[in-house]
């Protein structure tokens, strides 16, 4: 199977902030990667897909990058409905997600 | 407009089995690959298992092999997913998803509200 690792697992910031979350890959996934957001409650929301191609409807302010094994999503200029837990998922072979990284206000 | 609602969930003594359903409105079912992903309790995302359009294809993640048996029904726009031997650590909220691509990348686009399955005598 493959591994994902995301960094950090928890993360503060302010509304207005850039934010970087990334994701390793445990072996070369090309751009098979997907960024995913998830509020309480809530089934995960696809933001990104094949690394940086953005969903439909999400908002600009996301973004994703990368290739290979190393992974980033950025947030630019944090809003206060981003406040979520955020998930890297590969399928490249089979599925797997990243352990997800929390975003909280500060 | 697409749907995917699960059912089946609820309370299991550790040791039972039980099957969990997904049924999905608003597209061709029997186009799509699905995956069911679950949840534990306050933990993170975990790819359980999919199947292939006709259901001649199912993966697992290698942990739940052999307990875990993903099926379909296509007649019935129907997924399913049947657990046996269950455990404590089986508790989780199970969702199922459209597993779509666009060219060789597949992504999880629409998930079902997801059903509890807890395991506890």
């Known amino acids: 199977d493959i591994q994902m690792t995301q960094s950090p697992s928890s993360l503060s910031a302010s509304v207005g902030d850039r934010v970087t979350i990334t994701c390793r890959a445990s072996?070369?996934?090309?751009?098979?990667l997907n960024w995913y957001q998830q509020k309480p409650g809530k089934a995960p929301k696809l933001l990104i897909y094949?690394?940086?191609s953005l969903q439909s409807g999400v908002p600009s302010r996301f973004s994703g990058s990368g290739s290979g094994t190393d992974f980033t999503l950025t947030i630019n200029s944090l809003q206060p409905e981003d406040f979520a837990s955020y998930y890297c998922?590969?399928?490249?072979?089979?599925?797997?997600f990243g352990q997800g990284t929390k975003l909280e206000a500060k | 407009e697409v749907q995917l609602v699960e059912s089946g969930g609820g309370l299991v003594q550790p040791g039972g089995s039980l099957r969990v359903s997904c049924a999905a409105s608003?597209?061709?079912?029997?186009?799509?690959?699905m995956s069911w992903v679950r949840q534990a309790p306050g933990k993170g995302l975990e790819w359980v298992a999919n199947i292939r359009q006709d259901g001649s294809d199912k993966y697992y993640v290698d942990s739940m092999k052999g307990r875990f048996t993903i099926s379909r029904d296509n007649a019935k726009n129907s997924l399913y997913l049947q657990i046996n031997s269950l455990r404590a650590e089986d508790t989780a909220v199970y969702y199922c998803?459209?597993?779509?691509?666009?060219?060789?990348?597949?992504?999880?686009?629409?998930w079902g509200q997801g059903t509890l399955v807890t395991v506890s005598s």
């Open positions: 998803a459209r597993d779509e691509g666009v060219g060789n990348h597949y992504f999880f686009h629409y």
């Open positions: 998922q590969q399928s490249s072979i089979l599925r797997s």
């Open positions: 094949a690394a940086s």
């Open positions: 608003g597209f061709t079912f029997s186009t799509y690959w």
């Open positions: 072996q070369n996934i090309n751009t098979y």
